[in-house]
């Protein structure tokens, strides 16, 4: 199985390589009770991520996730980097293509297929819902300072 790659690292920061997005198919995530998801990776260990997690999985062409799902706390921003595909949240089947967002609250029940004749890949990012706030929105600093490479 494929692993990801720590570029560097240091006080502040964490940055890993997860290799090409065609590649993604070479990893497999193991969950509890035997179940196996081929093409899903999460990542937010592996960056030290302390308020968020994120995945990225690649759906080959006719395969889906499997399974309904929900959270507790955590909320779901998917984002379709590449193909199309269609997305269930409760009862409602809507079409997903490369450039779609989708935002799940905790209790919605969501699932992804990939319908289509090419992969499917999709970045998820997991949150703690109802947390952000306007002041979050403005939580930086812009450093007087040049930027030197």
């Not at 990542?43 to 399974?67: D, M």
């Not at 450039?99 to 609250?105: E, I, K, L, Q």
């Amino acid at each position: 199985m494929k692993q990801i790659e720590t570029i560097a690292s240091a006080a502040h920061f964490t940055a890993v390589d997860l290799g090409p997005l065609e590649g993604l198919g070479d990893y497999e995530l193991a969950l509890g009770g035997g179940l196996r998801i081929a093409g899903k990776i999460f990542g937010g260990a592996a960056v030290g991520a302390t308020g968020a997690e994120f995945s990225l999985q690649r759906f080959a062409a006719g395969s889906e996730a499997g399974f309904l799902h929900t959270h507790k706390n955590h909320e779901e921003l998917y984002f379709v980097l590449a193909g199309a595909g269609e997305f269930r949240v409760d009862d409602r089947i809507f079409p997903v293509r490369e450039g779609s967002v989708v935002r799940v609250a905790p209790a919605g029940r969501r699932t992804l297929r990939n319908n289509g004749s090419a992969p499917l890949t999709v970045l998820c990012i997991q949150y703690r819902s109802a947390t952000f706030t306007a002041e979050d929105a403005a939580d930086y600093t812009i450093l007087d300072e040049a930027v030197r490479w």
